[in-house]
């Protein structure tokens, strides 16, 4: 369902206009816009970069790989999700993988600035929404089978606030895929760059949700046959001007070839059973949890049969005492 953030009230409506309260949401460049006062704000992203990063997206080894991941992951877990929500959508390079994916099913991007959704719009079909809106506060109750966020809460001070909002999105059941940068020991001037807040530990990503209401289905590094490669030119390579954020994705074709072809062997691994404790990134599946008479619409039976509960003992709680960093 849609939700006010005006009044509260939860409605289902072909627009955004409250039947209770009559409130509706403005408009941006014919973007709808929940919170138009940061809609060019840089506090957790320099929405310049979003020109930038949209011309190296397509080509880069590391964006590609992320995308068959999130692919596999969605097809693995959640096979049958028809609705599907992806918070910090940038330039909207992941939602033009789904909608070519999944031809069917209903999308949403969302993003905090509209110069990534004026990028994402010229990138995906009319068929794909696009919304204007802050993710510490969602529009959305019970609405989605599956939700995604990559590469976004590092950058807010209040991560589970946003967590928590997309369980409330969410329908009971459905399913969150997250990846964020992995390992503090990794931080460099390139975090800064980029208004990263933190790199985050398994353990603290698997914490934060469980206490937002998730349950974890799957968790694992990935770039982590890279990860020597990354430790040293994270040492090596300083520069203190945001060239160096870009400089990491301006690499020769022939390398960028190869580290391709790395990653997806890489993937492979981890799609035949292997799991990897460290790595440049961390990638979780995960589901909200159970509530009482509300089934979900999402139905994955190799899921149900191998998840531990939230909070019980299991597989994930190695992880957790492997990886403190």
């Given at each position: ?5 005006h009044c509260g ?7 955004w ?7 509706m949401?403005?408009?941006?460049q ?9 809609a ?11 020109g ?8 880069n ?7 068959e ?8 877990f959640?096979p049958?999700?028809?609705t599907?929500?992806?918070?910090g959508?940038?330039t909207g390079?992941?939602l033009?993988?789904?909608?070519d ?9 969302t ?13 995906v079909?009319?068929?794909t929404?696009l ?6 506060s969602?529009p ?7 939700a995604g966020v ?6 807010i ?10 369980a ?10 997250v990846?964020?940068p ?5 931080w ?14 398994t353990?603290e ?5 469980q ?11 990935f ?5 020597p490669?990354?430790?040293f030119s ?6 203190g001007t945001?060239?160096?954020?870009f400089?990491q994705?301006l690499?020769?074709?022939?390398l960028?070839?190869?580290l391709e072809?790395i990653?997806?062997f890489?993937?492979f691994?981890i ?21 009482i008479?509300?089934?979900?619409a999402?139905?994955s039976?190799?899921?149900?049969a ?9 597989k ?10």
């Amino acid at each position: 369902m849609k939700l006010c953030l005006h009044c509260g009230f939860s409605f289902r409506g072909a627009n955004w206009k409250c039947p209770s309260c009559g409130w509706m949401p403005e408009s941006i460049q014919g973007l709808v816009a929940f919170a138009p006062e940061l809609a060019a704000n840089s506090d957790y992203y320099d929405s310049e970069h979003h020109g930038r990063l949209a011309a190296l997206e397509a080509g880069n080894f590391w964006f590609r790989a992320r995308n068959e991941l999130i692919l596999w992951a969605l097809n693995k877990f959640f096979p049958l999700a028809q609705t599907m929500l992806e918070i910090g959508c940038g330039t909207g390079f992941v939602l033009k993988a789904l909608e070519d994916s999944r031809p069917e099913s209903r999308l949403v991007g969302t993003e905090i600035h509209v110069s990534g959704l004026e990028i994402a719009r010229r990138r995906v079909t009319a068929r794909t929404e696009l919304i204007q809106l802050d993710a510490r506060s969602l529009p959305f109750r019970d609405e989605f089978d599956v939700a995604g966020v990559f590469d976004v809460i590092e950058h807010i001070d209040d991560d589970e606030k946003v967590l928590r909002e997309i369980a409330k999105a969410l329908k009971a059941g459905g399913g969150l895929l997250v990846s964020v940068p992995h390992h503090a020991f990794l931080w460099s001037e390139i975090d800064e760059i980029s208004k990263h807040v933190r790199r985050y530990s398994t353990s603290e990503l698997i914490d934060k949700l469980q206490r937002c209401g998730f349950e974890i289905v799957f968790v694992t590094s990935f770039s982590s046959v890279l990860l020597p490669l990354m430790v040293f030119s994270r040492r090596v390579c300083r520069a203190g001007t945001e060239g160096l954020l870009f400089r990491q994705f301006l690499i020769p074709r022939w390398l960028n070839f190869l580290l391709e072809k790395i990653l997806g062997f890489e993937r492979f691994l981890i799609k035949a059973g292997v799991t990897f404790p460290f790595g440049g990134s961390l990638f979780l599946v995960a589901r909200k949890a159970d509530e009482i008479g509300k089934p979900s619409a999402v139905k994955s039976d190799e899921v149900s049969a191998s998840i531990p509960k939230a909070g019980s003992p299991g597989k994930f709680d190695a992880i957790r005492k492997l990886d403190q960093v």
